[in-house]
């Protein structure tokens, strides 16, 4: 398998790279070449290369111990939590632009002289800015939330990593999965709604909760500034 890991890592690291660079480069202004249009096979991904890494990889997985699969399940799960934060983030600074907009008009509107009055109103009016759109703030609230539960969810995950009899609790799952692939293609790992403490794992129409101390060892403690008080 290492040398099918290899073989995969050098052709996409020479797309992103080597391909990358010299078609850039002939995408700048007066850098005049014609490539032949056969020049991108060679960086391409061949199915035998994919066929004998996908093959090899399902054969280690199967000779993985649970407690090694979970730890590469939830390190993919981490990944996808900081994917989902990226997006909601995305999905923020796009409402937020939209509604400053309207508020940059309105503050013409209520600071400026006669002339650049009447030219910010007619410009609210034509490109309409005349009030904040209701769904530009669901979009912003909605991304806040979806930031702070990508972000709980990810350091959740991170923390009950470290935690044995978590790790151990998810390894049995995987043991008591009819297909150990199954379970890596299928699972999923949120927050509880029976308790922010806890993490419901599930998979192929099956869930389980799972707690751990370790959130208690994380997550900051409530109105500390008041208790110090």
């Known amino acids: 398998m290492v040398n099918s890991i290899s073989d995969i890592n050098n052709t996409i690291n020479s797309g992103l790279y080597d391909f990358g660079d010299f078609t850039a480069w002939s995408m700048e202004a007066g850098n005049t ?3 032949n249009k056969n020049t991108g096979e060679q960086f391409k991904l061949t199915q035998q290369q994919v066929d004998q890494f996908n093959t090899a990889y399902a054969e280690g997985l199967q000779k993985s111990t649970p407690e090694a699969l979970v730890s590469v399940v939830l390190d993919d799960l981490i990944e996808d939590q900081q994917y989902d934060y990226e997006e ?41 800015l005349t009030e904040i759109k209701q769904e530009d703030v669901q ?22 990593s470290q935690d044995i009899q978590v790790v151990d609790t998810i390894a049995d799952l995987v043991i008591n999965t009819e297909s150990t692939q ?11 709604e ?29 109105d500390l500034e008041a208790i110090l008080r």
């Open 88 to 128: 909601a983030k995305e999905s923020l600074i796009e409402a937020a632009s939209d509604i400053a907009e309207v508020t940059e008009v309105a503050e013409i509107i209520a600071t400026g002289n006669q002339s650049t009055v009447i030219a910010a109103q007619d410009y609210a009016v034509e490109n309409e």
């Open 33 to 35: 070449i014609i490539y």
């Open 194 to 222: 029976m308790s922010p403490a806890m993490l419901t794992v599930e998979w192929e129409g099956y869930a389980q909760d799972v707690y751990s101390d370790m959130y208690y060892a994380y997550a900051p403690i409530p």
């Open 182 to 192: 199954a379970f890596f293609d299928t699972v999923t790992i949120s927050i509880s």
């Open 139 to 160: 979009q912003y609230n909605t991304s806040i939330d979806a930031m702070l539960e990508a972000s709980i969810t990810k350091n959740m995950i991170e923390a009950y």
